[in-house]
């Protein structure tokens, strides 16, 4: 989020930048001759400036003072007018659900005052309408593309950030399980023949010494696997051993936030009981890479739902949003990725379309630590239900 925000906020610098360009190129061609004029060029430029921060105000600011020309000679109105692209763009740039109505509304203004009032009639007006067409074409394939690139680098960025978070826990595993045990084990291998009755006392001091370097290195290299592993934690339970109901719960609402941030408008829901940490921690990195595919495949400004639900055998989530997703027979890494982890609590997933949406939905079967917290009550309260688990519950 904080890395979107500011790619974001790098990209605010443009509006502003041909607002005064705009501006320049005005009073270079409009000297100052009708003060209330050259105020409605200021306005309009200014309105066009904060388009790229606010862009609904930006776009009112503009249309207004646009209109205003209607009622001044059509000789003196100035080509500021043009600067209302610049809101079009920033619209289309930031993804803002409005901005289709922005550019029909801003489109006919400059319509109304730039053409039919200033050409109306004249053999130029022609020639002004494709010009404005032209204009309007550039402004929309422009801000399009922005926010596409964005979208796409975006998505790259969170792979690249999870490939490394996956990167530094299976570093720091294998390095536990190798190198750390392998230190462990010399140190005390050396500490029993530093007691070994026919060590020779300088022998003994020299054991004594390697085991505790080895006892020394080996704590150190624990602290830095340590380090290592709470590196990532601030981004979430996603890599973390310890995930929850209530860690699966919060990278939910994290991946919100991404669709929100991207113009989607997400509907999420985790209504599930207690379940094992290895069933959270795969939850979260299968709703990590759902809402990657959602953000590259979704239409900007739709619905788009993470739903995490149980039955009676298995935890069910659902990923779902309008479009029709990847082709028939042909599956992406992160779809492969997700078969791949949930497989591996032998669960399964299914692509599901109607013609309208496309949907992801994910089955895992309840873990034994699931199923002994949900016993544990009854045991105590010495509920008749709590019964000896039958043979299809110790086949799941």
């Known amino acids: 989020m904080v890395a979107e925000q500011t790619a974001r906020e790098r990209g605010a610098w443009i509006e502003p930048v041909l607002a005064a360009l705009s501006l320049a190129v005005v009073f270079t061609l409009h000297p100052l001759e009708h003060s209330t004029l050259r105020l409605l060029d200021l306005v309009i430029c200014l309105g066009a400036a904060v388009s790229g921060m606010a862009p609904r105000s930006g776009a009112l600011i503009s249309g207004v003072s646009l209109l205003s020309y209607l009622f001044f000679p059509a000789n003196?109105?100035?080509?500021?007018?043009?600067?209302?692209?610049?809101?079009?763009?920033?619209?289309?740039?930031?993804?803002?659900?409005?901005?289709?109505?922005?550019?029909?509304?801003?489109?006919?203004?400059?319509y109304l005052t730039l053409v039919r009032h200033s050409y109306g009639g004249t053999p130029e007006e022609p020639a002004a309408t494709v010009m404005l067409v032209l204009l309007l074409s550039i402004a929309l394939g422009a801000g399009h593309g922005w926010h596409q690139s964005r979208r796409r680098l975006a998505v790259e960025r969170v792979g690249a950030e999870e490939r490394v978070a996956t990167m530094r826990v299976e570093l720091a595993r294998d390095l536990h399980d190798t190198v750390a045990q392998t230190l462990s084990h010399a140190a005390m291998r050396a500490h029993m023949a530093s007691m070994h009755p026919d060590a020779t006392p300088e022998l003994t001091a020299e054991l004594e010494l390697i085991a505790a370097d080895c006892s020394s290195s080996s704590q150190d290299l624990r602290q830095l696997l340590r380090n290592l592993r709470e590196h990532d934690q601030g981004e979430g339970p996603v890599g973390g051993p310890l995930a929850d109901v209530e860690s699966l719960t919060a990278v939910v609402a994290d991946q919100a936030d991404r669709l929100r941030a991207e113009g989607l408008q997400p509907r999420v829901s985790v209504e599930i009981g207690p379940v094992s940490a290895a069933r959270a921690t795969t939850l979260s990195k299968i709703a990590v890479e759902a809402t990657s595919n959602m953000i590259k495949h979704a239409p900007t400004g739709s619905e788009c739902v993470i739903q995490i639900t149980e039955d009676c055998d298995n935890l069910v989530a659902y990923f779902g949003n309008p479009g029709t997703g990847r082709p028939l027979g042909r599956k992406g890494l992160g779809l492969v990725g997700i078969e791949e982890r949930a497989a591996l609590l032998g669960g399964r997933c299914a692509i599901e379309r109607?013609?309208?949406?496309?949907?992801?939905?994910?089955?895992?079967?309840?873990?034994?630590?699931?199923?002994?917290?949900?016993?544990?009550?009854?045991?105590?309260?010495?509920?008749?239900?709590l019964r000896p688990p039958t043979a299809q519950a110790e086949s799941r």
């Open 76 to 110: 003196l109105v100035s080509v500021a007018g043009l600067t209302v692209f610049i809101n079009i763009f920033a619209a289309f740039r930031r993804g803002l659900p409005e901005r289709l109505p922005i550019t029909i509304v801003l489109g006919v203004a400059v």
């Open 354 to 385: 109607d013609g309208r949406t496309w949907g992801l939905r994910v089955w895992l079967p309840h873990g034994y630590e699931a199923r002994d917290q949900e016993l544990r009550p009854r045991a105590a309260t010495g509920s008749p239900e």
